[in-house]
């Protein structure tokens, strides 16, 4: 069964850091593109960043861009997203989400439970 | 304000047909495929169609995708009190280099 569990959410002052993980299960991690993608408070779905299977390509958001860094180990079955910087407006439940193996970009067929990130002070 | 346009509610009673639309345009929908979710407060969100029209396995047929030129749509009949739910659409755009979603339709059972 896959499984994706995000873990590393909490509570954090403006401008402080946060590293959210994303432990993998249940399928070949190492085969398949993940994602970051956050939901703020009563807003809709927000996609935040990509990595390739490899870790050669990699994209963000225009939101996040500069503060945030995506990362992945593939011997661990892990995925990261570091978090810098942090402004109120980052507050979000962030999800991690593995790429449909068919799908050409944007079809995230498995998603974890997501991690609440509250950023105040 | 969302680049993918969305009606934010749509409504229908059980056995309807339903249909959410989803406006782009060049850069996104027209050049790449779409994508649509359900997505339950407190639970992940689901994929029920992904590459315009195709559904994942384990997503009833009652649930459809299409997509011409810079709209795309998802269909729902046989409406069920059970797809409650918000529903987003979800592309690529070639001009952000990044994953865009709709604003979200929240379908309401009567």
């Known amino acids: 069964e896959v499984q994706l569990v995000e873990s590393g959410g909490g509570l954090i002052q403006p401008g402080g850091s946060l590293r959210l993980s994303c432990a993998a299960s249940g399928f070949t991690f190492s085969t398949y593109n993940m994602n970051w993608v956050r939901q703020a408070p009563g807003k809709g779905l927000e996609w935040v960043s990509y990595i390739t299977s490899s870790s050669g390509t990699i994209y963000y958001a225009d939101s996040v861009k500069g503060r945030f860094t995506i990362s992945r180990d593939n011997a661990k079955n892990s995925l990261s997203l570091q978090m810098n910087s942090l402004r109120a407006e980052d507050t979000a439940v962030y999800y991690c989400a593995r790429d449909h193996m068919y799908s050409s970009g944007a079809g995230f067929d498995y998603w974890g439970q997501g991690t609440l990130v509250t950023v105040s002070s | 304000q969302s680049v993918l346009t969305q009606p934010p509610s749509a409504s229908g009673t059980p056995g309807q047909r339903v249909t959410i639309s989803c406006s782009g345009s060049s850069s996104n929908i027209a050049s790449n495929t779409v994508n649509w979710y359900q997505h339950l407060p407190g639970t992940a969100p689901k994929l029920l169609i992904y590459s315009n029209d195709q559904r994942p396995s384990g997503v009833p047929d009652r649930f459809s995708g299409s997509k011409s030129g810079t709209s795309a749509s998802l269909a729902i009949r046989g409406l069920q009190s059970e797809d409650e739910a918000d529903y987003y659409c979800?592309?690529?755009?070639?001009?952000?280099?990044?994953?865009?979603f709709g604003g979200g339709t929240k379908l309401t059972v009567l």
């Open positions: 979800a592309t690529w755009d070639d001009s952000l280099n990044g994953v865009i």
